[in-house]
């Protein structure tokens, strides 16, 4: 059974840190990555990362304030998060691709499991 397991979430001040770890189990994935979704909205891309060759990916809101990496062996990927402003503010889902894609890692669809979500608050 896959699972997707969050943690890390919370509350901070504007310009500050948090960490998001994903540990995934029951198989290994092509590629892992972070959306989010604030109330109201849509849920969004914020980076992913592939797993062979550890190609990048994020999107331009975040890009020079967060790093996603992965430890190949605990099967975990990280989402750094520095610089945090209010309109980060969101549910943090974990997403991972066992089906493989060639092109840029962007859409919902290109991730078939997710996790719970972790919520991170940013105040002004």
């Known amino acids: 059974q896959v699972q997707l397991v969050e943690s890390g979430g919370g509350l901070v001040q504007a310009g500050g840190s948090l960490r998001l770890s994903c540990a995934a189990s029951g198989r290994t994935f092509y590629a892992m990555g972070w959306f989010r979704q604030a109330p109201g909205k849509e849920r969004e891309f914020v980076a992913a990362?592939?797993?062979?060759?550890?190609?990048?990916y994020y999107a331009s809101s975040v890009k020079g304030r967060f790093t996603i990496s992965r430890d190949n062996a605990k099967n975990t990927v990280y989402l750094q998060m520095e610089s945090l402003k209010p309109e980060d503010t969101a549910v943090y889902y974990c997403?991972?691709?066992?089906?493989?894609?060639?092109?840029?890692?962007?859409?919902?669809?290109?991730?078939?499991?997710w996790g719970q979500g972790t919520q991170v608050t940013v105040s002004s």
């Open positions: 997403a991972a691709d066992s089906r493989g894609y060639s092109g840029i890692y962007y859409f919902t669809s290109q991730f078939n499991y």
């Open positions: 990362v592939r797993w062979s060759g550890g190609t990048t």
